[in-house]
């Protein structure tokens, strides 16, 4: 049986693909990332990083394929809370997480 997948979709925060999730379709993705309590949580993400984030300098994407395939990844551990909204933190392993 074919199992089907959410779509995923990526915040890239100057031009780079740092935050995954699952949405509906573009126009949701956007609301998500333009909601208080994402951004509350992308907030919180860097609340130890004295430079923060620019959410100006950010754009909601539909992810690539190896985007996806991270997120799923993540995703995949931590199946046990699928009920709750999970925003993976895309970080590649050949440079350091910004």
Request: aromatic share 14%; net charge negative.
């Amino acid at each position: 049986m074919l199992c089907r997948h959410r779509p995923i979709f990526v915040l890239a925060i100057g031009g780079e693909a740092t935050f995954a999730f699952e949405a509906d379709s573009l126009a949701q993705a956007r609301e998500f990332a333009d909601s208080p309590w994402f951004t509350r949580a992308i907030n919180e993400f860097y609340a130890n990083n004295p430079h923060g984030w620019n959410n100006g300098a950010a754009r909601t994407r539909a992810a690539t394929e190896p985007e996806a395939s991270a997120y799923r990844d993540y995703a995949d551990e931590f199946a046990d809370v699928s009920h709750r909204f999970l925003i993976a933190h895309l970080c590649e392993t050949d440079r350091a997480c910004k």
